[in-house]
């Protein structure tokens, strides 16, 4: 049985068993479908109906008595044809928007927020990536000394991204001397990417010279992949869900969290010519990746065409509420974009 060759009331029973197993983590029998449903069939053609959509490879059934569940097939079926989005109450909205206006000077605070805003609303674990510039545009620079030879670097960029690293430098210099090669660097390089930079001249010293490369190093790794930070939250909402008492599934799942290679893999290989708005649904991995076997991503792009933009997320099981997931996604990830976009023209 094709998709297409799915009847009415075989479309109508697989999203109601999707939406039955999606509440009760159980597996769904014809009886209490008829029951919960209303409809006016008997629970015996309900039964027949389920045995075809799991011949068809749509349901499963655990046990030779059970009932049934959706396969990642049937997931898939539930999600590009007969999911509706549940949006979200306009207050909800409203309160969610007061927030970001709050935090909207402050690039860090937009994404500690959206993770959490993306776990509460999901009831999943959330992920966002900071929003990076096609080009990385260099806005400022600041050298403090710590101790000796070590010395922070602090990174800000046209887009309101910052960046610190701790630097081990060839020599000890003063706070003195390091603000005031920090001060020519900034005049030297202040609205520049790395194929407008220009070295410093051999009179702004080696130190100069040095921290001229460290900041160009960076600015390369950041173009080649995901930089800065990636904020998370709400991974305690996935450890009480039933399907993770076995904690081997989820910490598999965390893995696509921490290791940053595997994070980039996911991202480029699923986002990277997604428009901004565009919402993915990647459920059981999509057989490439084995961490994710047993979840469901929820992911957004956010942000400025051509200029800058970053990911966004939910990471729950298979068994998860699509629809307030891609709803919740969908509009957090319009009012990153808006954000974005002032923040990219007040720099204009």
């Known amino acids: 049985m094709t998709l297409e060759r799915l009847s009415e009331r075989q479309k109508l029973i697989l999203g109601l068993v999707v ?6 983590a159980q597996p769904v029998g014809s009886k209490s479908i008829v029951a919960h449903y209303g409809l006016d069939v008997s629970s015996a053609t309900v039964r027949n109906e389920m ?23 049937g997931f898939r079926f539930f999600v590009g044809e007969l999911m509706h989005r549940q949006e979200l109450p306009a207050s909800t ?48 620079l600041e050298l403090i000394l710590i101790t000796g030879r070590e010395v922070l670097m602090v ?41 407008t930079m220009k070295a410093p001249s051999a009179e702004m010293g080696t130190l100069a010279a040095e921290i001229f490369k460290l900041v160009q190093a960076e600015l390369h790794r950041m173009e ?28 598999r799942a965390l893995r696509v969290f921490e290791e940053r290679p595997l994070l980039e893999n996911l991202l480029t290989q699923t ?44 990471l729950g099981p298979i068994r998860m509420a699509y629809g307030r997931a891609v709803s919740t996604v969908d509009y957090v990830a319009g009012l990153l974009s808006e954000m974005v976009a002032e923040s990219m023209s007040a720099h204009e």
Do not use: C
Request: aromatic share 8%; proline share 3%.
């Open 19 to 24: 939406q039955e197993y999606v509440e009760s």
């Open 51 to 73: 045995a075809e959509l799991t011949e068809s490879g749509f349901l499963r059934q655990p046990h030779t008595s059970a009932g049934r569940v959706p396969t990642e097939e």
């Open 93 to 140: 909205k409203h309160t969610i928007s007061h927030q970001f206006y709050q935090a909207r000077h402050e690039t860090q605070q937009w994404m500690r927020l959206a993770a959490s805003v993306l776990a509460n609303q999901s009831h999943a674990a959330s992920l966002i990536t900071p929003p990076q510039s096609q080009l990385a545009r260099f806005k400022h």
């Open 155 to 195: 990174l800000v960029l046209e887009n309101g991204q910052v960046i610190q690293q701790m630097l081990a430098l060839k020599e000890v210099f003063s706070q003195e001397r390091l603000s005031s090669t920090a001060e020519q660097l900034n005049n030297l390089m202040r609205g520049t990417t790395l194929p």
């Open 224 to 251: 080649e992949g995901l930089a800065g930070e990636v904020f998370h939250d709400g991974w305690t909402n996935m450890l009480a869900e039933p399907e993770f008492s076995d904690s081997d599934a989820a910490q």
């Open 271 to 314: 986002m990277t010519n997604s428009e901004i708005g565009g919402v993915q649904v990647l459920i059981g991995g999509e057989g490439r990746w084995e961490e994710l076997n047993d979840f469901s991503l929820v992911l957004a792009r956010y942000g400025a065409a051509e200029t800058a933009s970053g990911y966004l997320g939910v």
